[in-house]
């Protein structure tokens, strides 16, 4: 995290005079923060950073995405009781959100390796206005990918650019826009993919099809020969209830935007359990 | 929103350039915005002042708050095609974060008022770090309140400030410091909440309380005439599915984290109708 | 201070490029920092804050809201003479303007004190547009109270508000509008003091109303036995020179704009004693 | 103004959120700012823009540096009432600091005009921190001198610089620092201005000499034939007091931090005269 | 450009206040803006941009990439005369810098097209700190490839990467890592080359190689069958003199961080043609 | 460098994610940066603080200006591997961006030395946006002068300004407007030259006069006896190749924007020469 970014956090949480704590005779702490529920855990390093610049020591032994049991013990913290005060909520809500996004992904990827070896559990552009960064990296630590990050990260090719300039002209162009970006496709039909594949897309996106239907196209690129040079992903609507379905279909990629909509915090805790004298 | 907060987060969805849309032969064109599923909407300003940025005109006619049915439009939009595909997902993140915490907690008030008229639902500081401003007026748009907004907005006294000065001298010290700020005390016993009432706090927070203990809480404070004086606020603990029970108790205020870490965001979608010859 | 509001100001003193600084050999050196006159000292924290990050050890004894004699000792310096010499102005300034402010406040108190044991001296949102935060800070250093800091942390309800709305429908809706903020409203007579009160009201400002009125209103609050739940707030044309007249009201608050317009900046100094070779 | 310097003051004194103008029902309203007392007028371009920024018509006749009898009309606005509400605190926070500067810059200049046609009264770097740019042009708004503005802006070669190199060499690396610059001298003796002057300065800053000390100085050097080269200033302990015993020594420049930390605001209102049903 | 951006380098430009320009009398004026030798022209948005915050009314015929001769026209300019020579150097340093790197890159495209069809230049990320986007845009415009954008565009396999790891563990662990980014190898020699092509690199750079080197490098990935699946780079030590050698080898991309940094402004300039009475 | 323009350079180069080196294990490095030609070098400060905020240690025994032999050591680097390759880039560009700058610079100079012992070599305002301050560092670093850094910091009186307002009434009102700046005129002949002179200009720029002219202008303002109190500056259209034409003037200021906008960057490398076990 960048200092300024550190600052806007603790900006918006602390606001102008936190005057709670200028009540409190500062003392120096020791306080831990530990998960009440198992959990995959991201965030170590926001949390880490914004601990560092209050002036707090945050010692931990784990790496992101590691796997915790209820009760594991986080960080140990050290340093003035009002600096921990003041830290804690804002290391709290990236922990508690980070490790809810590298929980729900863990848990995904884990059923979809029931059905295969392969494919990968991405997420989407749907994130948190302001905080993509940092939820997307959470998908990363829980096993997932990160897809492309932006506008300007990939070539996405989507149903709008068809529409407006058909489907050879797009592709065309963005081959001649970069050599360094990959193009993806994003098509709705057998039809379309085994065009899309033919013209020389590096990733087909089936847009809101069906299993069956994903199952019959994977089929047919093979058969034409198209599979062995494009990446082909599944999105739209598929969340952990109906994830199995999609991953049994051997597609590559299973897209969720529900990784990080759908995902509800992680239970985690700050406990002072000391103050010097 | 403030232009250096929309130029935030459209440079986070953009990137340094938006290759895709270069590609495209801009074109005039309108789109609509409609919801999915029935929800309380919320983030109309924030998606309305997106679009305005990049020279779209949205036009809506609902205000913040307003119950949609499925299927129900949002906005009409009218620009150019590449800009409408620009600022399609930031505006359409803002919409769906929003509208999911409004309506989650638009579905926890009305759950509250079958049991007790006055009691208010209220957010807490646990909300998606950067964005927390936004996150408060989609609980306030859903019929909810947005408690403090962070460390400088009210007095809240916590255990950890109890532990280091004590209850009496913490109160003491909180109504000297400001006279235009409430003093919230976090309690965890009858006697305690008593005795922060006797002392003049003007909110008690009961933390961690079950309803029962909130009850009889409740009961003590009106017999010992505290009970006037004071809004009472139940905390800890408490999601949709338990909330009733809280209801029930009549307490003033029930405050719950869930209304934004356990949100789901609302499904709503943009589409093209219409690209000028 | 934030590291982006020390390095703004630190940008507006310096510029693109100290030239002066540049001619000079640099070397180790001390000075000290002391006031010429007496005055309740206040911008320790600010200035510390500037040395620290130019890399100047800034050492003292004091703190906020210490009262000192002329040629008192504020801080002594260590560290290379071109950071001194770059720190300087923008420390002295801050130390400067801050402890004028928190002198006005101390004498004003003081004269307060003379009167009334408990009524309190404030500032209004009349400060320096860019640095509210330090000179409420300044405020409470010399014992005053900082009032509420912007429109969004208290519900100040206004002449402009009431003749939009009423009164009635005005606190109405504020009570409604949140339960952690008090409800400060602005009357010109005894009747809407009254009217205020009974309504629910957490504050009542008397606003330009004469000494006698204010005694006169408060007595009416008493006989009708809405004191007890009220703060009643003395405000408009107060200054230094009519304050002991207030005071003898006996009213609860004094809110004076002039504790930051009308204050003048105390007397403070640096020198350098010493030069390594 | 930039839109980030608009934006920054409006954070400042607006908040997260402005709860008691979201109680109110929006109507378009008229209203009028006028002075409660005589000034000299500044802070028509930053009052302007805020206004602007916030969707309001302001209009004006005056320009910077008007002199204005008690009760004359400065803007005429028109816009939503929210808005103007909104608006007033920090607009008139502006035209009270600046047209408090610009007033007493404006009779300072005329006390000096009363003894010499041709002296400039400069303010100084005692600003405060985060708007001098502002509180310099409202100098200039009432007939003063901007000086320099920061350390970039010219060179200064002051006691510390002279101790550490020799006034020598520290004329003649300043000379050969830059072609675009003054060279300004502080010094404390006549002698020391002499031999300044004779290398070359631009300008000669007498500090804390009395004016029998100014005026011998002035004579030897115009004796020396150096006066026509150079420019003197005094300065050190000038306020409006004391101010034409140096206005009577014909000095160049009379420099005053007062100028801008004893001004006191101009007391300025506004006033909502006009509601549309 | 965002108005952040805009107004960061007008402040640089401006500083805190255009003296010169206070001293005139602000007028209407026309002016234009011609290129005084034959360029590809670019920066036009960036100038527009320009012209556009500061009120003034720019208006071409040209789109980013036009061949230009000497005496063209680029804009017509209409606004205050005060606002025009306000913009004129900063809108003159973008054309004139950002035109020179688009002709630059559009004779070198030149050359390469003498020889080879499909060939891309392209820049690298030696760019000038602070302004990559608008330099990279200038390759664009003058025909060549703006490459990776930054660190987190897509994956570089550098030797120093390949010496911590090994390029088999490297190439394995970047195809994990992400599907939506191409993988490139820099490799110094043919063995490595054929390697990295074995295992999946989707682009190989070969670095510092002479045009023999690159060849028969290009020889055996072709027998081998390689070819097809990556693209070849060559880099390292290419400037225009040398180009055409690179050319002939009929490489895929030959990447020159001459382009931007031996680039030489255009000349380009200003002149007001008109001043309203 | 401020913190914040490191973070901003950083985050251009950077982008979300450094994804290549989150591949690499990283380990503890030594690294060496060296020029691969002669050169003046210039930018230590700035790679210097780009590698501290990485935390990577930096050491060199080079000053701003000094000049190199190729292949001469600049910086010993210690750090971790990932950040020393994160930092590499952009610390390169700044050393080889201003190296170039001051190198060219530099070989001016002593092109001009060798004709005139006295005559100063600056650049101008066609800088590079946003990032003025450091090019104008390099240009100091290699001998020259800044020049003024921007509108605010000398008044400049152009022939837009002559054609507003009359030479006479120009000058007149830059000397009213502030006693601490210098005046330049703009003049195209002999005759403005000696007008400007003799009204008071502290500096006259001959602009695109040629060599012969210069001289005869030179002539006749010592003939009036004008010469002794102004400076004289060529412009327009000098660069290295003609500038020894100039320099045989003896005119004081020879000012060429070519130092920046014709400068290449000086090529200049890092090699990691040690990984910890």
């Known amino acids: 995290m960048l200092i300024k970014e550190i600052e806007q956090f603790i900006e ?10 200028t009540l409190v005779p500062d003392r120096s702490a020791e306080a831990i923060i ?4 198992a959990c995959t855990v991201a965030g170590l390093g926001e949390a880490g950073a914004i601990f560092n610049y ?34 804690e909520r804002l ?7 980070l490790s809810g996004i590298a ?22 552009r749907k994130t948190t206005p302001g905080i993509r960064k940092f939820e997307k990296r959470a998908v990363v630590a829980g096993g997932g990918d990160a897809h492309r990050f932006n506008l300007s990260d990939s070539i996405m ?10 489907i050879e002209a797009a592709i065309r162009a963005a081959r001649k826009a970069s050599f360094t970006k990959k193009i ?9 993919a085994v065009l899309a594949a033919g013209l020389g897309a590096d990733i087909i996106m089936l847009d809101n099809m069906k299993p069956e239907e994903i199952v019959s196209t994977l089929k047919v690129l093979e058969e034409k020969g198209l599979k062995q040079s494009v990446l082909v992903e599944a999105s739209g609507g598929i969340s952990r209830e109906n994830l199995e379905e999609y991953a049994k279909t051997g597609v590559d990629v299973i897209s969720m935007g529900a990784l990080i909509h759908k995902a509800r915090w992680t239970d985690i805790s700050l406990e002072v359990i000391n103050y010097a004298e």
């Not at 530990?34 to 529920?37: A, N, S």
């Not at 848990?107 to 295969?116: A, G, M, T």
């Open 184 to 192: 993806e496709v994003e098509v709705e039909s057998e039809g379309a």
């Open 157 to 166: 090719i989507k149903d709008n650019h068809i529409q407006l300039m058909g």
């Open 34 to 37: 530990f998960t009440k529920e």
């Open 54 to 87: 209050l002036g707090v020591r945050a010692e931990t032994s784990l790496k992101e995405g590691d796997e915790l049991e209820a009760g594991a013990l986080i960080f140990r913290l050290k340093g003035g009781a009002v600096s921990i005060l003041r830290a």
């Open 91 to 97: 290391a709290l809500n990236f922990l508690g959100h």
């Open 103 to 124: 929980s729900l992904t863990s848990s995904c990827v884990k059923l979809v390796r029931k059905h295969s070896k392969s494919t990968r559990v991405a997420c989407t």
């Open 12 to 21: 918006e949480d602390l606001g102008h005079d936190d005057i709670s704590c």
